[in-house]
């Protein structure tokens, strides 16, 4: 097995000397994940969530659903067994922000209930592909002893991040006005009070809150190993971690016009999963360690959906890491 690093490092050395810098936002290439460094466009304005582009809070952001094409499995190609990369943990235990935490798989680490289900209760179901928000600012949602588990690239993570505690998990999307004032870490442990939600093709977001406070600065982040098993959507918006290789030649599923995604299906032992992702350096065959927030697509809380597909979205690219032959 050769790791990408080698193949990244000469793309690299090419890259900089055919091409000027260009900033977050235009560049297209994803660097060695071993290095927990991430591709998004992260301005401010869009990024790539897995989605459509819908304009949120002013800003455009590709936001959980996207055009189902498939993975485009290839039942000619033969399947090796992928040797899975036992000491990748995706952002969880990274020493630079926004990665941290230890990570663990027991859930009791978790506070019991931080207040996670009573928002996702609160916020109900959309009939199809709307967008639905909400004003709490008279009573809003209160989330107490949450733990951060996930988190866009840099400073996206002030905006983009993923909390948890033993009954669910919860996705955090504000606009650039409304993010908070540092950057926001894997495992630390947060208070928050929430002023405004949305409801977008079935994923429940909070899109406006108010007195964030950081309770503890580093504490154990749960994941459920799936590879060779079959993977639950209650797991959603939860970490999850899964080995396999990627077959088919993959189909475009969503992204913007300038980075697309590509979804591919991921087989892990006798099982099969959507593996998304707009990294330019997945191919067919390469064996992938997936370590980060179980996505469904489209989302659950959609009155249409009755049996929601899970998928593996690499929205940082600090969720994967790829060998290849």
Request: charged residues 25%; proline residues 4%; negative net charge.
């Amino acid at each position: 097995m050769k790791t990408r690093n080698l193949f990244f490092a000469l793309v690299v050395g090419l890259a900089l000397a055919t091409a000027p810098i260009v900033g977050c936002g235009d560049d297209t290439t994803d660097p060695s994940n071993n290095a927990n460094n991430t591709k998004q466009d992260v301005g401010g304005d869009k990024t790539d969530v897995g989605g459509d582009k819908t304009d949120v809070g002013g800003d455009k952001t590709d936001v959980g659903g996207n055009t189902d094409t498939g993975g485009g499995t290839d039942t000619s190609t033969p399947v090796e067994e992928c040797e899975g990369n036992t000491t990748f943990f995706g952002q969880v235990g990274g020493d630079k922000a926004p990665n941290g935490g230890t990570w663990t798989t027991d859930k009791t680490e978790l506070k019991d209930d931080a207040g996670i289900q009573a928002v996702l209760d609160a916020v109900p179901n959309v009939p199809g592909k709307d967008r639905v928000q909400q004003d709490h600012t008279a009573s809003p949602l209160e989330i107490r002893g949450a733990t951060i588990i996930a988190t866009f690239a840099k400073d996206a993570s002030k905006g983009v991040f993923w909390v948890q505690d033993q009954k669910a998990g919860l996705r955090i999307r504000l606009s650039k006005a409304d993010n908070v004032s540092e950057i926001v870490r894997v495992g630390q442990i947060v208070d928050f009070d929430i002023t405004g939600t949305q409801n977008f093709e079935g994923h429940i977001q909070v899109e406006k809150l108010t007195n964030f406070t950081i309770v503890e600065q580093t504490s154990a982040v749960p994941y459920t190993d799936l590879t060779g098993n079959d993977i639950s959507a209650d797991l959603y918006n939860t970490n999850v971690r899964v080995d396999g290789q990627l077959v088919g030649e993959g189909n475009p599923c969503g992204g913007s016009e300038t980075n697309p995604s590509i979804c591919y299906n991921l087989v892990h032992g006798d099982k099969t999963v959507e593996f998304r992702s707009a990294s330019q350096f997945l191919k067919t065959g390469a064996c992938v360690t997936f370590f980060g927030p179980l996505n469904i697509n489209p989302g659950p809380s959609r009155d249409d959906v009755t049996e929601p597909k899970v998928q593996l979205d690499t929205t940082n690219y600090d969720w994967y890491y790829e060998t290849f032959k």
